[in-house]
């Protein structure tokens, strides 16, 4: 299963034009996340098969997604937890799995992998050389009678022109459509098996070595490690499976539980982050030489993340409960997933950090990989990340990106408006935390802890598997750049709000965002 799993995750040919993998957005050297360090700084979505079309978000880490479980709300705690994606889109209510249905969607995202048809991923196994083992695995039927204009729908991008909005343009039998339905879930089933294996997720950090006595964590790491769980109350969200510890002189006296920990609370949240205008869907308005026009709102969209979903806006998919859960859109507007922290700072060997500025013990510039943190990419390095939940309320400005006044610098002392405004759905147990910088950068030190593939017993060489097949080129720090200015040479200004309001089938769609969205 973990061999099929992996043959499937880099298989160009599941996509119309052969030049898609799941792995062209996620790869190993960074977490299976962004792999291209200029798409990470610039337009942050990731081209799909047909290079003019771009999705909304960044490519979200596969490492321990298989551990967020079938989306829930929990009435006690009035939150939801579980499913997968940004928005929670894939709630696993189908499969039970909610990682399994998160692969189901690429191959058919007409900004992604974006076939017009599931059926195209049974079709195109059909001429796969691993076709053997697919069936050994999993016992598919492939006897399905394909109509003769196959190939040449599964060659097109989904929502071209000629399939009339239709999702199931291949004519195929009640019979062969439940085949092709099964192979369709089983190729999900078997990227979710990859992504559960030690391939993926091993829990081989250098904390995980720290845990078990094989590794000392350094003075900045320890102190970064008590800031996590204390004065940073980063794992209030990001759980440790330890208790947090607020006030000074207060005794952790939790209890470590069994198994080891994912570092998420396995829940969504609305951190007030900022619109980002370099997302490429914004400018995707027009119709493409398919016909198709990816995001009709243009400049009027808004992320409303899982408060989208819950009313099945655009950009997103059905709320399969409806009937129980519109009623929570307000309350969930603006809100993504707690992404685990676990690999947030894997970077590929040759570039050993993410962060601008780094020198070696020569005082020698070290070269780095640029990342893009939280959904639309805003953040640029680990540093900003930090900051950003330490300041966000000490400097807020009523602008939008690349607007602040003059005498401030953009995510330093100037934060921009929250694209999802609202106190009463912002998270604020963050965003004046009191932190020193140095306190700041002790918290990014510990991040970098969490990054798999550390030997004890060779501590300078990862054993992540495929850590080492990155074959760009890693970034170098320009005159005056450091971690907390990082990426604002490619800041593009916004456009006016006022003259481009909220989308009326984002904003307008009841029940209403509980405030007005700019």
């Given at each position: 299963m973990r061999i099929l799993g992996g043959l499937l995750n880099y298989?160009?040919?599941?996509?119309?034009f052969r030049n898609v993998a799941c792995s062209s957005c996620h790869m190993p050297y960074a977490g299976f996340s962004g792999p291209i360090p200029s798409v990470n700084l610039t337009m942050v979505a990731y081209p799909g098969t047909f290079r003019y079309r771009a999705n909304k978000r960044t490519a979200q880490r596969y490492t321990y997604s298989p551990f967020f479980a079938v989306l829930q709300y929990n009435r006690a705690q009035g939150l939801f937890f579980g499913g997968e994606f940004w928005d929670g889109r894939a709630t696993g209510f189908k499969l039970q799995s909610p990682d399994a249905e998160q692969a189901q969607h690429p191959p058919v995202d007409t900004g992604e992998m974006g076939f017009a048809d599931t059926a195209c991923i049974a079709f195109r196994l059909t001429e796969a050389v691993y076709r053997p083992l697919f069936e050994l695995v999993w016992g598919a039927d492939f006897d399905i009678r394909w109509p003769a204009n196959t190939a040449e729908i599964c060659a097109?991008?989904?929502?071209?022109?000629?399939?009339?909005?239709?999702?199931?343009?291949?004519?195929?039998?009640?019979?062969?459509?439940?085949?092709?339905?099964?192979?369709?879930?089983?190729?999900?089933?078997?990227?979710?098996?990859?992504?559960?294996?030690?391939?993926?997720?091993?829990?081989?950090?250098?904390f995980d070595a720290f845990l078990?006595?094989?590794?000392?964590?350094?003075a900045d790491e320890m102190a970064g490690y008590n800031l996590f769980n204390g004065k940073g109350n980063c794992n209030s969200c990001h759980v440790d499976g330890r208790s947090t510890t607020l006030m000074p002189g207060q005794t952790d006296t939790g209890n470590t539980p069994g198994g080891q920990a994912?570092?998420?609370?396995?829940?969504?949240?609305?951190?007030?982050?900022?619109?980002?205008?370099?997302?490429?869907?914004?400018y995707e308005s027009t119709p493409d030489r398919f016909g198709f026009t990816p995001n009709p709102d243009g400049f009027r969209y808004r992320d409303l993340g899982f408060g989208n979903f819950m009313r099945s806006g655009?950009?997103?998919?059905?709320?399969?409960?409806?009937?129980?859960?519109?009623?929570?859109?307000?309350?969930?507007?603006?809100?993504?997933?707690?992404?685990?922290?676990?690999?947030?700072?894997?970077?590929?060997?040759?570039?050993?950090?993410?962060?601008?500025?780094?020198?070696?013990a020569n005082g020698k510039p070290i070269p780095y990989f640029q990342k893009e943190f939280f959904h639309?990419?805003?953040?640029?390095?680990?540093?900003?990340?930090?900051?950003?939940?330490?300041?966000?309320?000490?400097?807020?400005?009523?602008v939008t990106s690349g607007h602040c006044p003059a005498g401030t610098?953009?995510?330093?002392?100037?934060?921009?408006?929250?694209?999802?405004?609202?106190?009463?759905?912002?998270?604020?147990?963050?965003?004046?935390?009191?932190?020193?910088?140095?306190?700041?950068?002790?918290?990014?030190?510990?991040?970098?802890?969490?990054?798999?593939?550390?030997?004890?017993?060779?501590?300078?060489?990862?054993?992540y598997k495929n850590i080492d097949t990155f074959?760009?080129?890693?970034?170098?720090?320009?005159?005056?750049?450091?971690?907390?200015?990082?990426?604002?040479?490619?800041?593009?200004?916004t456009w006016s709000l006022t003259q481009f309001p909220c989308a009326t089938d984002i904003c307008g769609v009841a029940p209403l965002p509980s405030m007005p969205i700019p």
């Open positions: 298989d160009e040919n599941i996509s119309p097109i991008p989904g929502g071209a022109r000629r399939f009339g909005g239709s999702a199931t343009p291949i004519a195929l039998s009640p019979v062969d459509r439940t085949k092709a339905n099964n192979i369709y879930d089983h190729w999900g089933q078997s990227i979710s098996f990859l992504e559960h294996t030690p391939d993926v997720s091993p829990f081989t950090s250098k078990v006595g094989n590794y000392t964590l350094t994912v570092f998420t609370c396995l829940g969504y949240a609305n951190e007030g982050l900022p619109l980002n205008p370099r997302l490429p869907l914004f655009p950009q997103s998919a059905p709320n399969p409960n409806a009937f129980d859960w519109l009623q929570f859109a307000p309350m969930t507007d603006g809100q993504f997933q707690v992404a685990t922290a676990r690999n947030v700072a894997m970077t590929p060997p040759q570039c050993p950090t993410t962060e601008a500025g780094q020198v070696d639309n990419g805003y953040i640029k390095s680990l540093k900003q990340l930090v900051h950003f939940y330490n300041t966000r309320d000490v400097f807020p400005f009523q610098t953009e995510k330093v002392n100037c934060w921009p408006q929250p694209e999802v405004p609202n106190p009463q759905i912002i998270d604020m147990t963050t965003g004046m935390l009191g932190l020193t910088d140095q306190e700041e950068n002790q918290i990014v030190a510990f991040l970098q802890t969490l990054t798999d593939g550390f030997d004890p017993a060779n501590p300078t060489v990862s054993t074959t760009g080129q890693c970034m170098t720090t320009a005159p005056g750049v450091t971690a907390s200015t990082q990426g604002n040479e490619t800041l593009t200004p």
